[in-house]
């Protein structure tokens, strides 16, 4: 028999939302930002600098809902990970998500009020938002204040080092963001976590 669980929070779902819209922002007016010249951008070059700095402190805003709403809610436990058995569970859900999805195979850890996310989906999870995320806003803020920059870090530009962490970063978050799409998908139905995300109910079994 199946069941409905509420398991995103409303406070979850509007982080998710923004974060959401303000990475696609960021992304767009990156790109532009990247690969513009004197002759073309993609975006008005100025129009993409106020798009890329509002996102970019939106971002860190509501980062700060996700971060303390982890603290001092249940949903922080989601994102503990168990070392013991790790490689072994990474490998059952990779199997899955190859070849065992498209034959129609039970998931390997199906979704229940305890088990959130799969193994794969926590991992891929906090390194987005424990790892990327943060190192990304920060190297954001210190391009737009340069000057609290180390001139130099073992005789390299500070500011070319922060620049190229900044874009590894955004660079990590795109290819994380691509693959989220196209896992999501893979639900109870194509749509089913896409429902999940916005509605915050989950069916399982
Ligand atoms: C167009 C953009 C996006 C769409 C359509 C989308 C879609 C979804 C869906 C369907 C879920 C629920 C299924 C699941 O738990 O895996 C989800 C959850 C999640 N997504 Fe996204 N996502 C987007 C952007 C992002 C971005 C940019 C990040 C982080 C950088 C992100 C991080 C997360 C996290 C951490 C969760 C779990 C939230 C929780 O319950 O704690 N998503 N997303």
């Given at each position: 028999m199946s069941e409905n669980i509420y398991f995103y929070p409303l406070w979850t779902r509007i982080w998710h939302g923004f974060n959401a819209v303000f990475c696609l922002l960021l992304i767009f007016s990156g790109f532009s930002l990247q690969y513009s010249n004197p002759e073309f951008s993609f975006i008005n070059f100025r129009l993409a600098v106020s798009m890329h700095n509002f996102s970019g402190i939106a971002l860190t805003i509501s980062y700060l809902l996700f971060f303390t709403g982890n603290i001092f809610t249940?949903?922080?436990?989601?994102?503990?990970?168990?070392?013991?058995?790790l490689r072994m569970r990474l490998w059952k859900q990779l199997r899955y998500y190859a070849y065992g999805f498209f034959l129609n195979e039970k998931s390997p850890f199906p979704v229940s009020k305890t088990n959130k996310f799969n193994p794969l989906q926590q991992i891929s999870y906090i390194v987005a938002t424990y790892l990327a995320l943060p190192l990304l806003f920060v190297t954001g803020w210190a391009l737009m204040f340069p000057?609290?920059?180390?001139?130099?870090f073992l005789g390299i530009s500070g500011i070319f080092l922060t620049a190229q962490l900044h874009v590894v970063m955004a660079f990590l978050i795109t290819l994380f963001l691509i693959i989220h799409l196209y896992v999501s998908t893979?639900?109870?139905?194509?749509l089913s976590n896409f429902k999940s995300i916005i509605t915050g109910w989950q069916k399982v079994h």
């Open positions: 249940e949903n922080g436990k989601y994102y503990r990970l168990k070392f013991k058995g000057e609290f920059i180390l001139k130099q893979m639900g109870k139905s194509p």
